[in-house]
C-alpha cells in the first residue's frame, strides 16, 4: 500500500493558512467538497504510469497524499523557480540591480561573448530571452536540440528555454550577493518556511554544484527536495511569498514572475523562471484554470500552483532509477484528474 498523510481533524494555520509545523489533512476530504471516487482513481492512474509521490494541497491542508513524502528526489529544472525566489529577496534589498548588463557585470565565458551578448541583462536571462547560445550543459536532449545559433538573435528579442541563461544567473547570484545559493535558500527560505528535510551544512548536502566544463565556466546548482518541502515551496508562492506573520519573497516579485512574458507554445508561456498557463494551455490532455503556473523537472517533476482554487499540487517521480520518468502527457492527464475530483 502506498504511503499516506494520516488523516487529523484539527488544522494548525498561521494567519495565511501555511502549516506549522508539520502538514495537517483534511480528515473527510467529501466534506470539503471532493470525490473519494476520483480522488481514488487519479491515484490509481498514477501508480500505473510510474509516479513515486503526489501532494494535493487545498487551503493550506493536505486534500490526500501518497508515496515517500519526506524522500529527498532530484529536482532538477525546478532548481531554476527557486532561484528565481533568491533572487526577488536579493533584489528587493538593493544586492541586485536586474538592469545591469553582462558587459558591465564582467560576466564572460569560455568562447567569449560578443559585444551584442554583452549587451543582455540580468532581466534578459531571468525571462530566458538573452539571445546568448553559448554551449553549456546539464540540459535535456530537448534543450540541445532547440538551441539558437549563436548572435542569430539580439538580447530580449527572442525567447528560448535555454540553459546558459539559468546556469550563468547562478553565477550572477552568488557574485552579486556574496551568498552561495543553497545557504541563502537554506537561510531565507527552507527555515523559515519550516522546510521538514531540506539539509545543507558540513556533513549533508541536498544541494551541489556541478561543473559543466570544458563547454562552460558557469555551474549548474542541482538541488534534492522532498514532495511535503516543495509543497511549503508552492504554498508560499500561493500566499504571494508570505509564510505566517513574514514576507519571505517579496509580493510583487510573486505576481510579476508568474506573469506570462513570453509564449511558449504547448507548455503555455514563461516568466521569470516560471511555467505558466496561456488560455488554459499548459500540460498536454488538460485545460489549466487560469493563473495556473508551475515548477517542472524533466522526468516528470511537478509543482502546480492553481490560485483560484487555493491548491498546489506535487509530483515526483524517482529520476535516480536510471530511465524512470512519466510523461508530460501522463503528468497532464494526472492533473486533469486531480483538478475534477473536486465536485
Not at 501518497?66 to 525546478?78: E, F, Q, T
Not at 523557480?81 to 558591465?104: P, Q, R, V
Request: aromatic share 10%.
Amino acid at each position: 500500500m502506498p504511503d499516506a498523510v494520516p488523516p487529523i481533524v484539527a488544522r494548525d494555520y498561521d494567519p495565511v493558512g501555511v502549516p506549522r509545523p508539520q502538514w495537517q489533512s483534511i480528515a473527510s476530504p467529501a466534506s470539503a467538497g471532493w470525490s473519494a471516487e476520483r480522488l481514488a482513481h487519479a491515484e490509481a492512474h498514477a501508480g500505473t504510469v510510474g509516479s513515486a509521490a503526489v501532494m494535493i494541497v487545498e487551503d493550506g491542508a493536505v486534500v490526500r497524499a501518497w508515496g515517500p513524502l519526506d524522500h529527498r528526489y532530484k529536482c532538477h529544472s525546478i532548481r531554476k523557480s527557486l532561484l528565481s525566489a533568491l533572487y526577488g529577496i536579493y533584489a528587493a534589498e538593493g544586492k541586485i540591480d536586474l538592469h545591469k548588463t553582462l558587459g558591465e557585470l564582467g560576466i564572460d565565458d569560455r568562447q567569449g561573448l560578443t559585444e551584442k551578448e554583452k549587451q543582455a541583462t540580468v532581466y534578459d536571462l531571468l525571462l530566458a530571452r538573452s539571445g546568448i547560445y553559448h554551449p553549456t550543459g546539464f540540459e535535456s536532449e530537448r534543450m540541445k536540440l532547440i538551441r539558437e545559433a549563436r548572435d542569430s538573435h539580439g538580447p530580449g528579442t527572442f525567447w528560448m528555454y535555454n540553459n546558459w541563461d539559468f546556469n550563468a544567473l547562478g553565477t550572477i547570484f552568488e557574485r552579486m550577493t556574496g551568498a552561495g545559493i543553497f545557504d541563502a535558500f537554506r537561510e531565507r527560505i527552507a527555515v523559515p518556511c519550516g522546510f521538514e528535510d531540506f539539509r545543507y551544512d558540513d556533513g549533508r548536502k541536498d544541494g551541489e554544484y556541478v561543473d559543466l566544463l570544458p563547454a562552460t565556466m558557469h555551474r549548474a546548482y542541482p538541488f534534492r527536495l522532498s514532495a511535503r518541502d516543495l509543497a511549503r515551496f508552492g504554498l508560499l508562492y500561493l500566499r504571494l511569498g508570505r509564510w505566517g506573520d513574514r514576507q519571505i519573497v517579496p509580493e510583487a516579485w510573486v505576481r510579476q514572475s508568474v506573469l506570462p512574458y513570453s509564449d511558449a507554445g504547448t507548455y503555455g508561456a514563461y516568466g521569470y523562471m516560471w511555467w505558466v498557463a496561456r488560455n488554459g494551455i499548459h500540460f498536454p490532455g488538460a485545460i489549466m484554470p487560469e493563473g495556473t503556473y508551475s515548477a517542472r523537472g524533466v522526468g516528470g517533476h511537478v509543482l502546480l500552483v492553481v490560485p483560484n482554487r487555493d491548491l498546489v499540487v506535487v509530483h515526483r517521480v524517482d529520476t535516480d532509477i536510471e530511465g524512470r520518468e512519466v510523461a508530460a502527457h501522463q503528468v497532464g492527464r494526472l492533473l486533469e484528474l486531480i483538478l475534477g475530483a473536486k465536485l
